[in-house]
Structures are given as C-alpha cells and as structure tokens.
C-alpha cells in the first residue's frame, strides 16, 4: 500500500510569486491535513480537510489556502510569497477526521529567494 | 489552549545506555498523546500513541512511554540506544472526541548517539 505522497520534494521560488503544493493521501484516507515545519517555530497546523471539506484551521494569514478533491488528494496554496515562508510542509492522512493514527508524507521543502 | 513541552532540545547518549526524552503536555483533560521521530530530510514516523487505554505503551524500534496523569508527562524511553536511533523526537497532543486531526506538537529533541 502505497504512503502519503507530497510533490515536488523541493520546490525555489521568489518573493512575491505564488506556489501549489499537492498531497496525495493512502487509498482510503478521507482526512488530510498540512503543517509547516520551520527551525524556529517548529511544527504547526495549517488547516485539515474532510470530504472536501475545511474541518479546522489554524493561525496562519489568508495567503495560506487548500482545497481537497472527490478523490481525497488535496493541495495548498501560498500566495505572495514571503522570506519566512521558506519551510517544510508536510501533509498527513487518516482514515477518518477524528482518527488518531495520522500518516505523514516526506514533505515538500519550499525556498522563498 | 492545549500545549505542550520537550525538555532539552538535545540530548546525547552512548551507544548502549538508557535513552529519556521528556514530554509534559498542559491541558486538565488527558489528550491523546504521541511520539514521532524524523530522520533528515524524511517526514514524521509515529513511534508509539496514548489513546486512554493503557498507561504504558510500547512502540517500534524498541521504544515505550508511560502516561502519568499526575504529572501531565509521557516520557519516552528505550533501555539501550543504538546509532541508528540518531534523529529528532517529536511529542504531540490531539484533543479526544472533537472530531478535528489538530495536532499540537512539542518543538522537538534532537537525539545524537555517540559511539
């Protein structure tokens, strides 16, 4: 059975520009959700999705955004790109949105220049 | 709001002794609680989770961790360290029965195992 899957591995962008990261979720998992992950604030949530639907959020700014599709894949948008931006973004799937056994991918390390 | 706290953010054993990594969380009502470890440039791997049953828990790679309501903590432990234990410890809290998969994370323990 194939893991959670997240493309690109590594992504460089610029200031200002925007990026699309995509999570693909074990087969069968109906719950994603994504986290960054910096050295200096560590690891936080950034929203969880549901049957395409928005379950939860956390304190990040509107330029954070995510969609989740019929097919449970999901993706996450970052728009006007800041310096403090550049971070690990890792997505993780369950089977159901209050099952506690979440599965990470390996993340997508992200670069604002 | 739910947090919680890894002391030490490095913690640094011989090969064969005795491995702790501290975790207290904050909230009155007992979480959920978790341990990952992530190895560089990989994502999380769940070691081991506290769901209310029972108090000691054991997980993979020789790992276990003990609940003590009394003292909010969910220590991990492995009787006997080997290099490939070398990566960084993550202790995580989810609020039971809200239906949301919010994690809350500690800002994790590096630990480095030395020959």
């Known amino acids: 059975k194939a893991g959670v899957t997240q493309t690109p591995r590594y992504l460089i962008k610029t200031r200002g520009q925007q990026v699309t990261l995509s999570c693909s979720p074990i087969?069968?998992?109906?719950?994603v959700s994504w986290y960054q992950q910096t050295p200096g604030q560590g690891l936080q949530f950034l929203f969880e999705?549901?049957?395409?639907?928005q379950r939860n959020k956390g304190n990040f700014p509107g330029r954070f955004s995510g969609r989740q599709f019929s097919n449970s894949r999901s993706e996450m948008n970052v728009s006007t790109l800041e310096l403090g931006d550049s971070a690990l973004y890792l997505c993780?799937?369950?089977w159901g949105s209050g099952n506690e056994k979440l599965f990470f991918g390996s993340g997508t390390q992200l670069s604002v220049l | 709001a739910q947090s919680v706290t890894q002391l030490g953010s490095h913690v640094s054993v011989s090969e064969g002794a005795l491995v702790l990594l501290r975790c207290n969380y904050s909230?009155?009502?007992?979480?959920?609680l978790f341990w990952y470890v992530q190895y560089p440039n990989q994502g999380l791997q769940l070691l081991l989770k506290?769901?209310?049953?029972?108090?000691l828990v054991k997980g993979i790679n020789g790992f276990e961790a003990e609940f003590k309501k009394s003292e909010t903590s969910f220590h991990l432990t492995k009787p006997s360290a080997h290099m490939r234990d070398a990566a960084e410890y993550f202790c995580?809290?989810?609020?039971?029965?809200?239906?949301?998969?919010?994690?809350?994370f500690g800002t994790g323990t590096r630990l480095l195992v030395s020959p």
């Open positions: 993780a799937s369950s």
């Open positions: 909230s009155s009502v007992p979480p959920y």
């Open positions: 506290y769901t209310s049953a029972a108090t």
């Open positions: 995580a809290a989810l609020e039971p029965n809200t239906g949301f998969q919010k994690l809350v």
């Open positions: 087969s069968g998992h109906r719950s």
């Open positions: 999705y549901f049957s395409e639907t």
